[in-house]
Structures are given as structure tokens and as C-alpha cells.
């Protein structure tokens, strides 16, 4: 079936519920509202029409950094200098979040694609892996790296980072730890100091015997 | 001297004590073959150890990204790391001498790394191969989970720069570790400031 039908059936479907349909795009698109995703997955696996069985992916996106018309502004995304020097910036991310779910049907060979976004400060989806076992971990991968919470998942812990990780490192905002646990993360800064902390600055050990020195140096 | 230049002699290091610490041991042995007589040879208890050691180092199995398919690619027959006695990948670090860190050091591999290195009998060393394992390489600017060198948690013994090193590169590298031991007199342990330096970095909290 083609995308603006499917796009039709459901939007007869949810209601209110349907934002808008981008039938330009590569994958067409339809923005959902957040409380209704649920309805609108549901109905996108259950419809004899859709058929969609399988989620072939679930995406966090940080949308800071793009104006209303989807088009990028410059953000500066903060990492190092090359010096090793951590860099900063006074703006302050404002931008929404979004969730993009891929849906193929091993039936009617066909695609569609649905689009949440919630404000930064809500940060929040109902969660679908009730009808997807994929979104399980998928939806874990996005609270771990955007940050995004999905109320109602079962077991929402992070994926990738360390359970003590401190922040959700691709939110454009994210600050990178000098250290994790002891574990430094931070590069050196060579020109001012060529020995990292933790070197020896003289590798000869000096309390050991005559002819006990390691001879590389 | 800087510990990252590793590879070029320091200061004071005389270049000409591996050929004088050579007691043409080959020559010997094949001298020892060639006559039946009951034969003897002469050598220094180091020389015949560090022989020994040099022959058959054999790496731990720790591959962590890229650089790891160079590292495979350098054990089997076209590179065959096998002919420096190194061939034998242990899978267990308790009966390994030298750690070849291939690739990326990540925040979370970190500390199993340590976990390997401290599990590793006396005499060991490290390897670090790649830009990744040597500086951050590539994730040097914005790799939030990638520690910016393996030296910060372990001492290194021999750097092996390219992104990733093709096998001559490593092999190389062995071979340079090789001289490394060659050059050593006295105990086979590793110095007390490189156990004191391993001991500065946790890696449990
Ligand atoms: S140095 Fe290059 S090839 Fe090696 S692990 Fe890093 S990115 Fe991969």
C-alpha cells in the first residue's frame, strides 16, 4: 500500500492524534502525537491492511540545532580542543526531542515511519515494546544515549554506558567527563605539560641495585 | 626521555651493548650440531634467558577493535607472526607475556583491561597498537568514553602508531620488543616504578 494511504486509515484511526504527513520524503513520514502512539502502533500491527510486523528500528534524536523547518543550524557540539582543553559554550539547548520508528511488513512489503517529539523538559514517550520485543533494547539504547524515558517500559536500564555513567552522552548539550570511576577520559595537553600525570618522568628505577636497571630506558 | 618515544634509545643508552652482550650464541649451537663430541657453551645465564624470553613471546587474545583484524591478519601464514615465536595466542592472560592492545580503549574496557594486565605473570609487557590505544586517535575530540591512551592505565613498552598498523608494522614492532628484552641484565621483573605505576591507576572504585 502506499504511504499516504496508510497514512489515511490511520489518521481515521487516531484522530487528532495525526500531526502531519511528509510523503516527500525518502521514507515518508508521519508525525504522531505522543499519547497516541501507542493507539497508532497498535493499530499499524493489528490492521489486516498494514500488517506492519516488524519495528526495523527505534531512534532518540536531540532536535537542538534545527529550526522549525528542519533545517540545521550551527550548534557547537562540545568535546576537546586539541590541546586536551575542555571546550564550553554559553547557549543553552533548547531544542524538542524526537523517537522515529521504522515499520516493515514481511506481508505487503512496505514501509512506514513514525515521528514523536516531546519538549526538552518532558522528556518522556509511552513506551511500545508490548507489541515489539525489538523495542525493548532499542528503547533502552535511547534512554541511555538521548536520554529519553519511556514510561511504562519494563526494565528500563542503560545499554551502552556503565550503570554509574553520569549523563546521556549524544544529547548535543552533553558535557564530557574528565572521569569515569578513575578511569581518565580526558586527552593532555602536551604543549603545556608532555608528561601525562600518571607517567614516571625518570624511568630508572633509583633504589634498585647496580646492574638490576632495566637497560630500554 | 620522554616514555613515548620508547622506541629510540635515551640518553646514556649504549647502543653498541647488544653486540657486546652477543656471545654469538647461533654460532654456537650450530658449531654444537656440526661435531659429535661432547661439546659446551659458553654464554651468561642473562643471555640464555633473555634468549629464551625473546623466542617465545606469546601474546594474550585481546582484541578490541579495528587494529584487532591487522593483529589476526599479522598470525595467519601470509604475515605469520609464528616466526618470532609469538604465534601462540593464549586465551587466558595467566599464561601470557605481552598484551598487544589492538584498538580502542573504551571507559568500560578500561578496567577489564587492567583486570588482564594485573592477571599476567612476571616478565610482561605491553603493546600498544594503533592510534586508538596510543593517543584516543580518532576519538580524541569528542570520544566521551574513550580513554585518550592505554599509558594512562597501564604501562607501555612499545608504541605502534598507524590507524589502523598494517601487520609489517607490528611485526616490527615485536621485533623492537625483542631488543627490548635483549638489551635487559639482571632479574626478568618488571622495574618497581612501573609495578608502583601500575599500582597508582584502580581499577575498581
Ligand atoms: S587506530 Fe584506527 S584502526 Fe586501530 S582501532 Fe583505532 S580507529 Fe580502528
Known amino acids: 500500500m502506499e504511504a499516504n494511504a496508510i497514512y489515511e486509515l490511520l489518521a481515521e484511526k487516531i484522530g487528532d492524534g495525526a500531526l502531519g504527513f511528509d510523503g516527500e520524503a525518502i521514507d515518508p513520514v508521519a508525525d504522531v502525537a505522543p499519547a497516541s502512539i501507542v493507539d497508532a ?67 505487503h512489503k512496505h514501509k512506514f515511519t513514525l515521528r514523536v517529539r516531546v519538549p526538552r523538559e518532558v522528556a518522556s514517550v509511552p513506551t511500545i515494546c508490548n507489541l515489539w520485543e525489538t523495542a525493548n533494547w532499542h528503547e533502552r539504547e535511547a534512554w541511555d544515549l538521548v536520554g529519553i524515558r519511556f514510561e511504562g517500559h519494563p526494565d528500563l536500564r542503560r545499554m551502552l554506558m556503565e550503570e554509574s555513567w553520569v549523563g546521556h552522552p549524544l544529547r548535543k548539550d552533553y558535557q564530557m567527563p574528565d572521569e569515569w570511576e578513575n578511569v581518565p577520559l580526558r586527552g593532555q595537553d602536551y604543549a603545556k605539560n608532555p608528561f601525562p600525570p600518571l607517567a614516571p618522568a625518570d624511568p630508572v628505577t633509583p633504589d634498585a641495585p647496580a646492574g638490576d636497571k632495566p637497560a630500554e630506558g | 626521555m620522554s616514555y613515548k618515544e620508547s622506541t629510540t634509545p635515551p640518553d646514556g643508552y649504549d647502543v653498541g651493548r647488544e653486540n657486546m652482550l652477543d656471545f654469538k650464541i647461533d654460532e654456537q649451537f650450530e658449531m654444537l650440531e656440526q661435531s659429535d663430541a661432547k661439546n ?31 593483529m589476526i591478519a599479522a598470525s595467519a601464514t601470509r604475515y605469520d607472526i609464528d616466526r618470532f615465536g609469538a604465534g601462540a595466542f593464549r586465551a587466558t592472560p595467566r599464561q601470557a607475556d605481552l598484551m598487544i592492545v589492538s584498538g580502542t580503549v573504551t571507559a568500560k574496557m578500561a578496567r577489564r583491561l587492567k583486570l588482564i594486565y594485573d592477571q599476567m605473570p612476571e616478565p610482561k609487557w605491553v603493546m600498544a597498537m594503533g592510534s586508538c590505544a596510543i593517543g584516543g586517535g580518532p576519538y580524541f575530540k569528542y570520544g566521551y568514553h574513550v580513554v585518550k591512551g592505554v599509558d594512562y592505565m597501564v604501562p607501555v613498552d612499545i608504541y605502534v602508531p598507524g590507524c589502523p598498523p598494517r601487520p609489517e608494522v607490528l611485526l ?16 626478568m621483573v618488571t622495574p618497581k616504578w612501573v609495578q608502583d605505576y601500575a599500582k597508582k591507576i584502580p581499577y575498581q572504585k
Not at chain 1, 63 to 76: A, F, I, L, T
Not at chain 2, 64 to 70: G, Y
Open chain 1, 41 to 107: 502502533c497498535t493499530f499499524l500491527r493489528d490492521d489486516e491492511r498494514c500488517g506492519f510486523n516488524q519495528l526495523m528500528c527505534l531512534s532518540g534524536i536531540d532536535w537542538d540545532g534545527y529550526d522549525e523547518n528542519g533545517k540545521g543550524k550551527s550548534v557547537k557540539i562540545l568535546g576537546y580542543t586539541e590541546l586536551g582543553e575542555p571546550e564550553t559554550t554559553d547557549r543553552v539547548s533548547d531544542g524538542d526531542f524526537g523517537v522515529v520508528y521504522n515499520l516493515f511488513s514481511h506481508k
Open chain 2, 40 to 70: 659446551f657453551i659458553l654464554t651468561t645465564v642473562d643471555e640464555v634467558f633473555n634468549w629464551a624470553k625473546l623466542s617465545s613471546i606469546w601474546p594474550v587474545t585481546f582484541g578490541l577493535a579495528c587494529c584487532a583484524i591487522e
Open chain 2, 172 to 187: 616490527e614492532g615485536l621485533m623492537r620488543l625483542q631488543d627490548k628484552i635483549r638489551g635487559r641484565q639482571g632479574k
